[in-house]
């Protein structure tokens, strides 16, 4: 087997049908995997099936992974061994100080945080069964680099819960290593997203201009950072953050 081959690999990609999580699916998909991915939208889960089901075997489900009961339906539709789950759901919110809502706290701690928790917990079985020492199961987890710096925008909320993430999956890193569960983080940059349309429309070419590789993010750079940690390249990779971005943060 490659370096970065994931032939006969399972993995299960929330938010997997648009922006950085479908990216990463297709990603996976190329690399041998058959891929699981889920979204809150049952029309965006079957779009998403058959724009990607040419590139390999994949299976949509729907679900809500701001509660731990849709987290527990999730994981068991899950059957036999996973060896790679890509915590990506996620929600953003903006708006003044005075203005942030108790509701845009909720949003983004539930689905950002406790979701990627929750699920992960509920998947342990399923992640220990697919271990080995040589080849352990792997944990993504999608944090951003508005978790690694102060954001430019009013996202409270958003980029709190990020750095939270980053924190998690250095505890869960610690804690997962002994039962041979690798568990990572990708802080991406500017991608284009759904959630970054807004932002790239109005501030697009400064944004580019900002990184010194001069441009945002394309598919295959999350794609790559993907399936190196999920391959047997980044098995001995566990408790990083990995921003993906251009040297924006980075280089600040």
């Not at 539930?110 to 992640?127: D, E, Q, V, W, Y």
Request: aromatic residues 6%.
């Amino acid at each position: 087997m490659g370096l970065f081959d994931l032939t006969g690999k399972k993995a299960l990609v929330t938010g997997g049908t648009r922006g950085i999580g479908l990216m990463i699916a297709r990603g996976l998909l190329d690399a041998g995997a058959s891929v699981t991915v889920s979204s809150r939208d049952p029309s965006a889960c079957e779009q998403a099936r058959q724009e990607l089901s040419p590139y390999g075997e994949v299976i949509a489900v729907p679900a809500d992974l701001s509660t731990e009961v849709e987290c527990r339906r999730l994981a068991a539709t899950v059957r036999g061994p996973l060896h790679i789950l890509v915590n990506n759901a996620g929600a953003t919110w903006g708006a003044p100080l005075e203005e942030f809502p108790e509701s845009a706290w909720d949003k983004a701690l539930n689905l950002n945080l406790k979701g990627p928790f929750f699920l992960t917990r509920a998947l342990l079985p399923r992640l220990e069964d697919a271990a080995s020492d040589d080849d352990p199961a792997r944990v993504i987890n999608i944090g951003s680099i508005d978790g690694l710096r102060v954001p430019a925008l009013p996202t409270y909320s958003y980029s709190s819960s990020k750095a939270a993430m980053h924190m998690l999956t250095k505890v869960l890193a610690k804690e997962l290593g002994p039962r041979r569960i690798t568990v990572n983080a990708i802080a991406p940059g500017p991608f284009e997203s759904k959630m970054m349309a807004a932002t790239l429309d109005a501030f697009g070419d400064a944004i580019a201009a900002s990184a010194p590789l001069g441009r945002i993010g394309r598919p295959d750079d999350m794609a790559g950072t993907a399936v190196f940690l999920s391959s047997r390249a980044g098995s001995y990779v566990t408790g990083a953050i990995i921003p993906v971005d251009g040297g924006i943060a980075t280089t600040v």
